[in-house]
């Protein structure tokens, strides 16, 4: 009988699509979603591997489908669930490390992220995630089980089609080259910037090699302005680091020009950098604007260091904070970047 309801269930969540937002030009698709990262975008790998870099505990997932803690490094979904969403593709973006990951997962998408990851190798093996070669190894696999599933004219599409997302670098900056001594004694930040970006070209660049043809990167946001930052390095005041937001101006700065330049190599394919760091700062900076009340604190714990294992409890109210615990956002600002960027960017990744 349990066994009965359990598949009853996994065929009632098969049916439950979710309702398109962003509706696509006619004649256009994306069949699926691949997501590539850190803890912004990683939806439950980090539960099963070893590291202390884990979500699956409360009070993360206090506002997922019946409280339900994930791995997902927020109070509900993260981007990599809002883009399937949005796109009306399905409700979830499972990780593709889920034991219990379904044929039909692997057809609309999977999630490869892992949180505490970087762009810099350094960056995963000092938190014991998956590193990005990790994750891209992984997608080889997986692309290998898409072709025992679908065959290898239907599985080539997908991957042409598919929506790639690769959300990475605030980790090196704000873990590795500040919190550690380990690049700064051989990288000034414009050297290691042109570290950060030389890795995000060539992970372009494996994707590409491997069947993407649809690939978007985001931007770094003001890591500066995230709350453990301000109490780390902002003073009694708790400001913005500007040190830290240079920082992510310069990388930024410097991804767009390298992805422009990999567009020309691959005139076939559609490579994006998905700018986030003004609109994200504008959120911060002005959060009556968007309905928050609070944007220099999260909702767990005190709000100013907090994160993973150190958050024990949470604010009464979580729709009047722009971020859920130090580092992470809540599922309502994510939901408002990823419209917002949908919207802005969608139209230059599938035309």
Not at 210 to 219: E, H, Q, T
Not at 224 to 247: A, F, H, I, K, M
Request: aromatic content about 10%; some cysteine.
């Amino acid at each position: 009988m349990q066994f009965l309801c359990l598949k009853l269930l996994h065929f009632l969540a098969l049916l439950c699509i979710a309702e398109a937002v962003i509706h696509l030009p006619r004649n256009i698709t994306i069949p699926a979603v691949i997501v590539f990262g850190d803890s912004i975008v990683d939806t439950g790998n980090n539960n099963y591997i070893k590291t202390v870099a884990k979500a699956n505990y409360p009070p993360y997932g206090k506002d997922f489908m019946g409280g339900k803690p994930t791995g997902r490094f927020s109070d509900g979904k993260v981007p990599s669930d809002l883009v399937a969403e949005e796109l009306g593709i399905k409700p979830l973006l499972p990780p593709y490390l889920d034991p219990s990951l379904q044929p039909q997962d692997l057809l609309t998408g999977v999630n490869f992220a892992s949180g505490a990851a970087g762009f810099d190798p350094l960056t995963s093996d000092l938190a014991s995630v998956l590193s990005l070669m990790d994750q891209l190894a992984l997608f080889k696999d997986y692309i290998t089980k898409l072709k025992s599933i679908a065959g290898e004219e239907r599985s080539s599409k997908i991957l042409q089609e598919c929506l790639v997302v690769v959300v990475a670098g605030s980790n090196d900056v704000t873990n590795t080259y500040f919190g550690t001594p380990l690049r700064r004694s051989h990288y000034d930040v414009p050297s290691y910037t042109e570290l950060l970006v030389s890795y995000a070209s060539s992970f372009v660049q494996d994707l590409h090699r491997l069947g993407a043809r649809r690939i978007g990167l985001l931007s770094l946001p003001p890591i500066g302005c995230l709350p453990s930052q301000r109490t780390l390095r902002g003073g009694p005041d708790r400001n913005c680091v500007d040190e830290y937001n240079q920082v992510a101006r310069l990388f930024n700065k410097k991804l767009s020009a390298a992805l422009n330049s990999i567009n020309r190599q691959f005139p076939e394919a559609r490579i994006v950098n998905i700018d986030i760091y003004n609109y994200f700062l504008d959120l911060i900076d002005n959060p009556q604007k968007y309905g928050f009340k609070i944007a220099n604190k999260g909702c767990c714990g005190t709000g100013t260091l907090e994160v993973a294992f150190l958050c024990k409890y949470t604010c009464s109210n979580v729709s009047d904070y722009v971020f859920w615990d130090s580092f992470h956002p809540t599922e309502r600002t994510y939901r408002l970047i990823v419209h917002r960027i949908l919207k802005q960017y969608i139209n230059n990744l599938i035309m």
